[in-house]
């Protein structure tokens, strides 16, 4: 089964899914120079759909957080 977003938020499940991410980055929990875990990790750790992981990560770019490479993947600024 998928991982609780922390503080049990409402509102879409992309957007705690965000959230979470972005939360961890400012925490230092991800670094700069870190991977963004992998699509297909996202969906196994948080249970749901790779599109809804897709959804999460255009909200955690948008944050200016991270970069995504074409076929590397995304890395903390």
């Not at 991982?3 to 922390?6: I, L």
């Not at 991800?30 to 875990?37: C, E, Q, W, Y």
């Given at each position: 089964m998928g991982?609780?977003?922390?503080g049990g938020r409402s509102g879409p499940r992309y957007v705690q899914i965000a959230d979470e991410i972005v939360?961890?980055?400012?925490a230092?929990?991800?670094?700069?120079?870190?991977?963004?875990?992998s699509e297909s990790e996202l969906v196994?750790?948080?249970g749901v759909s790779g599109g809804t992981i897709?959804?999460?990560m255009v909200?955690?770019?948008a944050s200016g957080l991270v970069e995504t490479r074409h076929g590397k993947g995304s890395i903390v600024k």
């Open positions: 991982t609780a977003v922390e939360r961890q980055i400012r230092g929990v991800l670094k700069p120079g870190d991977m963004v875990p196994d750790r948080y897709r959804k999460a909200e955690v770019r």
